[in-house]
């Protein structure tokens, strides 16, 4: 989060000094970060605002940039702009979708998600992050190169964030339940899956100096624990990864980060592999 130079906040055009605007300029004004105003609107001028909206920003001390644009859609703008600007981070205010209209259509946020190439960070509350509790997400059984990559990721942006709000870094990792039709005799059994995982969890410990006071580790789906392990914690920001689906065209964002972003009631910090945002810079 430190090493963030430009930030790319998604304004309302009904509600300017939205919850996403309010958490950009906390972050700027910690780590000195230009923040670079977007109005994604192809109906409206709103040049006026924005003019005011900058002036108001640059009096109060912050770089800030503004522009209204429309590429085709909201995700489309916002990538387009994302990599002009050389934005390393989104913050957009979440906005849910009907169950509904979920069922039938895909969320912009969604999409956002999968599509932008940088880290984003979508933000649901005014809460404080100042003393509160960062929850890092992790998949400690997948030690893979890929996912070894990613839990640092976000392990670091964990505690860059606990840093910068003076908070307090936990870090969950889920594991699956014992299953008699496995192929490896170590997940047919709840204590040898236990055992794995612990051992597992030693060295991942050890690697990234999590203590067990702030390591949860529980049986069961992720995206059932992590909305309960967070709300049990009053986690202020939850931070959360994804790997690319070999096989797939594309690169998809884990089912996990999705199905949790209505349940938190948090802010969500969404970080992709470099495979990733390689991926998707080559598609563009």
């Known amino acids: 989060m430190q090493d963030v130079k430009t930030i790319l906040v998604i304004l309302d055009p009904e509600h300017t000094h939205g919850l996403a605007l309010n958490r950009a300029k906390l972050i700027a004004k910690a780590t000195q970060a230009r923040l670079h105003l977007l109005m994604c609107d192809k109906t409206q001028d709103h040049s006026a605002q924005l003019a005011f909206l900058k002036n108001e920003m640059l009096d ?3 770089d800030a940039t503004v522009e209204q644009s429309w590429h085709h859609s909201l995700v489309e703008t916002v990538v387009t702009v994302q990599q002009a600007e050389g934005c390393e981070l989104v913050i957009k205010q979440h906005r849910p979708d009907s169950p509904l209209k979920k069922a039938l259509l ?3 946020d969604w999409k956002l998600l999968r599509k932008c190439p940088c880290a984003v960070l979508m933000v649901k509350t005014d809460k404080p992050w100042t003393g509160g509790v ?6 400690v059984g997948n030690n893979d190169e890929e996912h070894r990559h990613l839990h640092a990721n976000i392990i670091d942006h964990g505690y860059d964030i606990a840093s910068l709000a003076k908070a307090e870094l936990h870090v969950i990792s889920a594991h699956p339940s014992p299953m008699l039709s496995a192929a490896d005799p170590v997940y047919q059994l709840k204590e040898t899956i236990e055992a794995r995982y612990r051992e597992q969890c030693q060295a991942f410990q050890a690697e990234f100096d999590v203590d067990d006071a702030h390591l949860h580790i529980a049986e069961g789906p992720a995206d059932v624990l992590i909305p309960f392990t967070a709300h049990k914690l009053g ?6 990864g994804t790997v690319a689906r070999r096989g797939i065209s594309g690169a ?6 999705e199905v949790v972003l209505d349940q938190l009631e948090s802010d969500v910090l969404v970080l ?5 945002i390689d991926h998707l810079v080559c598609r563009r």
């Open 60 to 62: 109060d001390g912050y």
């Open 134 to 139: 960062i929850l890092a997400c992790v998949d």
């Open 252 to 257: 998809l964002i884990g089912n996990t980060a």
């Open 272 to 276: 992709k592999t470099q495979e990733i």
């Open 106 to 108: 895909t969320p912009d």
């Open 235 to 240: 986690t202020a920001v939850t931070v959360i």
